[in-house]
C-alpha cells in the first residue's frame, strides 16, 4: 500500500497465492499468482512490464519446522525464479527478506554484528542463508541488483501474524483488548529483536531508493530497531492497561526463540543508506493499542 501511495495505485501490481484484504484488491491491479511457477511470474511481469519486483512470499519459522520441504521448495524456488527473471534482465531491481533466522546457538547474541558465526538451526533459517548466499551470487555472476534486509520480528496492527517465532509481539496486544490477558508461547524473559512496520517498511523503501554504489552488501544487511522481553512488552502494555496479564506456556517455539540473536547491531545499514529506527517499545504499544482500539 506504500509503494502504491509512492508511486501510483495502477504502478504496483499486488499478488499472492490467495486473495488479498479489501483494501488491497479494490486500490489496484491484484493478480492471483503461485511464486513457484516461474512460467506464470513471467507472464506477469511481461503483461504489466513490471520493472522491480519485492518478493515476500514465503513460508515463516514456526509453520516451517512442521513442513520442511513445503518450505525449502517455497521459499528457494520462488527467490530462484525472480533471481532468474533479474539474470534475463527481464526485470531490473529485486527486493528480497531476510530474517534474523540466518543466525543460530554459535553466533554472539548481544548486539549480532553483520559478519560473525551464522550456522542457523531451523528450516526456515537454513533457507533464508541459502537465499542471501544466492542473492550475492547473482550479484556478483550475473549483475542483478538484487538488496535484501535481515529483518527481525515484525510488529504490525494490519495484518495477522503469519507463522513465526516472534508472533506473540502481536497476538498480545490484540488479546490484551479483547480479554485483557494473555498466553505467551515464550519464557518472560527472552529478548529478541523487533521493530514496527512502519520502521521496515521505511527502511525497505530506504534501500530500494539507495543509489547502487552504496549498497556494499549484496547478501543481506543486518537492521535493529528495538530489543525486548515479553515480561517487558507486558509492562508496556500495563503502562497503558493497568489491569492486563500475561502466563507463560513456552511452547516448540522456544527452542527457535533461544537459537535466535537478543540484539542486532546494524552499524552497516547505518553507514551505507542512512538507516536510524525510529519506534521503541513504548511508542509501537501506544501506536498498536490505539491503532487496534
Ligand atoms: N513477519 C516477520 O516478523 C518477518 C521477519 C523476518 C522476515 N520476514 C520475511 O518477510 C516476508 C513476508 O513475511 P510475512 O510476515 O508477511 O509472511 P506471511 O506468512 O504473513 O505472508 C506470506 C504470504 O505469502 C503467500 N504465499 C504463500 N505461498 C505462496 C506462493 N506459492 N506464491 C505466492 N504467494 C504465496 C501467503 O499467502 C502469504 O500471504 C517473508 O519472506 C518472511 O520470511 C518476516
Given at each position: ?101 540466518v543466525f ?65 509481539a502481536v ?28 520502521d521496515a ?93
Open positions: 500500500m506504500t509503494l502504491r501511495q509512492k508511486h501510483g495505485n495502477d504502478q504496483v501490481v499486488a499478488s499472492d497465492i490467495r486473495e488479498g484484504n479489501d483494501s488491497l484488491m479494490e486500490s489496484g491491479p491484484f493478480e492471483i499468482l503461485d511464486a513457484t511457477d516461474y512460467d506464470a511470474l513471467e507472464e506477469v511481469i511481461a503483461y504489466y512490464d513490471i520493472s522491480e519486483v519485492y518478493l515476500m512470499a514465503a513460508m515463516l519459522s514456526a509453520t516451517a519446522e512442521k513442513f520442511p520441504m513445503r518450505a525449502w521448495n517455497l521459499n528457494m524456488n520462488s527467490l530462484f525464479n525472480v533471481l532468474n527473471l533479474g539474470k534475463e534482465k527481464k526485470i531490473d531491481t529485486i527486493f528480497w527478506p531476510s530474517s534474523i533466522a543460530g546457538p554459535n553466533t554472539p547474541k548481544e548486539d549480532t554484528p553483520q559478519n560473525t558465526i551464522m550456522e542457523p538451526s531451523t528450516v526456515y533459517g537454513i533457507s533464508k542463508q541459502s537465499g542471501e548466499r544466492w542473492c550475492e551470487y547473482y550479484f556478483n555472476k550475473f549483475d542483478v541488483d538484487v538488496r535484501s534486509i535481515r529483518y527481525p520480528g515484525l510488529i504490525s496492527w494490519k495484518t495477522m501474524p503469519g507463522g513465526g517465532t516472534t508472533d506473540y497476538e498480545i496486544y490484540h488479546k490484551a483488548l479483547a480479554q485483557g490477558e494473555y498466553t505467551c508461547f515464550l519464557k518472560e524473559e527472552t529478548a529478541l529483536p523487533m521493530m514496527y512496520m512502519d517498511i521505511r527502511a525497505t523503501l530506504q534501500l530500494m531508493e539507495a543509489n547502487e554504489e552504496n549498497i556494499k552488501i549484496r547478501s543481506s544487511y543486518n537492521l535493529a530497531g528495538m530489543s525486548f522481553t515479553p515480561g517487558e512488552m507486558t509492562k508496556s502494555i500495563q503502562n497503558e492497561l493497568p489491569n492486563f496479564k500475561t502466563n507463560y506456556e513456552p511452547d516448540f517455539r522456544q527452542a527457535i526463540a533461544d537459537s535466535w540473536p537478543s540484539s542486532i547491531n546494524d552499524s552497516n545499514a547505518q553507514q551505507d543508506w542512512g538507516w536510524k529506527a525510529a519506534f521503541d517499545l513504548e511508542k509501537t504499544t501506544k501506536e498498536m493499542l490505539g491503532n487496534l482500539k
